[in-house]
């Protein structure tokens, strides 16, 4: 599964606004899930999104189970502040994810189902393998497990 998080710095973005390029994704038979957070503000802090990126995954789950689509594994990919949630998620979070995070990607124009658009490092980091987008001279780490 391919869960994109969209970006807006935390406090503004909506998952709509990826529809058609999550259902271009979807239509390659990839399956694949978006989702809304609770914007930061005074009653909600960082750690309380990725709560919320733990129940997604597990809803997911749940809803592949009626389709009989098997979720154990995914990737984490988002524009801007949802690349940001995917890695923290990834760093953090994880190990506790009835869904195994493989990788996280940042997307960008880029489609993230393009294998062209990153490549594996051999560069160990926490005995994972690290992915660096190439299109983007940021290069924004990845976890792969």
Same mark, same amino acid.
């Given at each position: ?7 807006g710095?935390?406090?503004a973005g ?23 957070y ?12 990725? /709560?919320e @990126?733990?129940?997604c995954?597990n ?7 009626? +389709? !009989?689509? *098997? ?5 984490l990919?988002?524009?801007?502040a949802?690349?940001h ?8 979070r ?6 195994t995070?493989?990788a996280v ?5 880029e489609?993230?189902?393009?294998? /062209?658009? @990153?490549?594996?490092?051999t ?8 992915? +660096? !987008?190439? *299109? ?7 976890y792969?497990?």
């Open positions: 599964m391919i869960l994109y998080i969209h970006g710095a935390w406090v909506d998952k709509d606004g990826y529809r058609e390029e999550l259902s271009s994704m979807a239509k390659d038979n990839y399956v694949v899930a978006s989702m809304n609770h914007y930061v503000d005074k009653n909600t802090n960082v750690f309380d999104i990725l /709560d @990126i733990t129940m995954l809803k997911s789950k749940e809803i592949g189970k009626k +389709y !009989n689509i *098997n979720i154990n594994s995914c990737l990919t988002g524009g801007s949802g690349a949630l995917s890695m923290l998620y990834a760093y953090s994880a190990k506790e994810s009835n869904v995070v493989k990607d940042k997307a960008g124009n489609s993230v189902a393009d294998s /062209d658009s @990153i490549f594996l490092d560069q160990e980091l926490e005995g994972h393998l690290v992915i +660096y !987008n190439t *299109n983007d001279t940021a290069a924004v780490p990845a792969i497990n």
